[in-house]
């Protein structure tokens, strides 16, 4: 809404009449003579006067709704984002104007020879258009890849090759953030070139802030941007250009049933000088197609040489910071596996070489941290242990992980010689997640069409991303939000949630109710309305359309 009508059409018809009843009152009281119920004194002179003293008043009113913190506060959706800027530039804060996605392709080639992608390649995807960051140069097996262009290749299927890039999305805003394996068509294919698809779910793209999601923000221009309380925590993490999008923080120390680490004196109390900053960074957690190299340890099934190969694949702490799981393992560009069998996973965690380590000291204290590693072992049913070597043989595989990006990027921060506490011992976590799968149906009349699904989906993806830590989800917010895309007789039916909780210990707790899902209270394994988030994706929610029978014609 603009500060000024610039527009009759703008002006509230019924604001209009009252003000010409009223000057019509006046005028028949001092000039009792004027015909006033028609003519051109009504409808040019006292109608015209009604209409500018509608627009002038309407004016006001809108100056009036944005000038100060309690007016914004009380109704932002009718502030102007003029004077709201102005407004709450006074407290160190910026509308957020937008910012761009972007993320790796996989890039699919048919020989292994020297292959470039230009800067000036046009792709697109789900009606987005991506660049490259610059010019890339795929360098076949064996060949220097140290340039910093050069992008290694790694076998895949088929007898093709792959390796990875970075595009951006020429337009800010969240409808670049695309899943994982989704294609991205390019307006000249480059020679030598298969396809093209992401290998990673995209982050960074986010939509200009509304007035709502901007006042939000408020407690982190006033709090200090120092390491200390709560907000003081957020307001220094958010005030860092590559961190003011984080949705939600959750800071855990002293005094705080889920912080264990400080408990690790003699004596089983709490000593304080520990403080643990559990984070979701994104709206969803991220899928990564990682290409990690895997050691042949030898047959399935000893003697069996038709029951597949077993491999391990290392995944350092570098990798991946921050990951939950692995849901994947499968070749490189093969599409059509659903993945191999996972025999076996052993986490750990690596504090060596680091000029400051925090506090670990169990496997439950650094899951979920940029310090986790894992170890695990797969079967590759496709691959014969022919010409083989146990514990020498290697080959690459595309490795899909789970989790929440910027993890390792935000404990670097703070770990930072310039930043760090000097008094208090600060561990990064991702936010403890709980998958979460929605289920409901849409009633409607047969001769009614259904509304849009996908955006319903789009919609409860985002209304559920800003729910953070509060420790419930509540089927009112299902509700609410579809009821924005209904029309006619249509309304909610029976709803349906699931939640996934996994805990810190790799334990798996589940949480199912129609009406309200609840966190359960279980601080001891760092579980918690303070530590877990609902993250859930397009792909977790079923809609259901239920024929009703329709009444009248």
Request: net charge negative; aromatic share 8%; glycine share 6%.
């Amino acid at each position: 809404m603009s500060l000024q009508i610039t527009s009759f059409t703008e002006l509230d018809n019924t604001r209009v009449q009252e003000l010409l009843t009223l000057f019509s009152t006046w005028m028949k009281e001092r000039h009792p003579e004027v015909e006033l119920s028609r003519g051109v004194f009504h409808d040019l002179v006292l109608y015209f006067n009604s209409v500018l003293n509608a627009a002038v008043q309407e004016n006001i009113s809108r100056v009036l709704q944005s000038n100060s913190l309690l007016s914004i506060s009380q109704n932002p959706s009718l502030a102007d984002a003029a004077l709201v800027d102005k407004v709450l530039s006074n407290f160190n804060l910026t509308r957020e104007t937008g910012t761009s996605a972007t993320g790796e392709v996989t890039v699919i080639v048919n020989q292994a020879v020297p292959t470039q992608i230009s800067l000036n390649t046009k792709f697109t995807a789900n009606g987005v258009t991506f660049f490259p960051t610059r010019t890339f140069i795929g360098v076949p097996p064996g060949q220097d890849a140290t340039a910093t262009n050069a992008r290694g290749m790694v076998p895949g299927t088929n007898g093709t090759f792959a390796f990875k890039i970075t595009v951006y999305a020429t337009s800010a805003g969240i409808a670049g953030n695309i899943p994982r394996g989704t294609k991205l068509i390019p307006d000249v294919v480059p020679s030598n070139v298969a396809e093209i698809y992401a290998a990673t779910d995209f982050t960074k793209g986010v939509d200009p802030a509304t007035n709502e999601e901007y006042i939000a923000k408020l407690p982190d221009g006033l709090s200090a941007k120092t390491i200390g309380g709560r907000k003081a925590f957020a307001a220094l993490i958010r005030s860092q250009p590559d961190f003011k999008n984080i949705r939600h923080l959750s800071v855990v120390g002293f005094g705080d049933a889920e912080q264990m680490r400080d408990q690790h004196g003699l004596l089983p109390i709490s000593g304080g000088g520990r403080v643990d900053i559990y984070a979701q960074t994104h709206e969803i957690a991220q899928q990564v197609d990682n290409f990690l190299p895997a050691l042949y340890i030898g047959p399935a099934v000893p003697g069996d040489a038709t029951a597949g190969t077993l491999w391990q694949i290392d995944i350092d702490r570098e990798q991946v910071p921050g990951f939950y799981a692995v849901t994947r393992v499968a070749k490189i560009n093969d599409s059509q596996n659903s993945g191999y069998t996972v025999r076996t996973t052993v986490p750990g965690y690596d504090l060596s070489g680091t000029d400051y380590a925090p506090d670990i000291q169990t496997l439950e204290e650094s899951a979920f941290t940029r310090y986790r590693k894992l170890t695990l072992q797969f079967v590759d049913v496709d691959t014969s242990p022919t010409n083989l070597v146990p514990r020498q043989s290697k080959a690459d595989y595309s490795v899909t992980t789970i989790g929440m990006p910027m993890i390792g990027q935000l404990q670097d921060f703070l770990s930072s010689k310039d930043i760090r506490c000097r008094t208090a011992d600060v561990l990064v976590k991702a936010a403890v997640p709980c998958f979460t799968s929605i289920s409901f149906k849409i009633r409607r009349a047969a001769n009614e069409v259904n509304p849009d699904f996908a955006a319903i989906k789009e919609a409860l993806v985002t209304a559920i991303s800003k729910i953070g830590f509060a420790g419930q989800l509540s089927a009112s917010v299902i509700s609410s939000v579809t009821h924005q895309f209904l029309t006619g007789t249509q309304s909610v039916g029976s709803v349906d949630m699931f939640g996934k909780i996994l805990r810190p210990d790799g334990q798996v707790v589940y949480v199912r109710d129609p009406a309200r899902i609840v966190v359960p209270d279980d601080p001891v394994h760092m579980v918690s309305a303070k530590t877990v988030v609902f993250l859930t994706s397009v792909n977790d929610i079923e809609i259901v359309p239920e024929i009703v029978s329709s009444y009248g014609d």
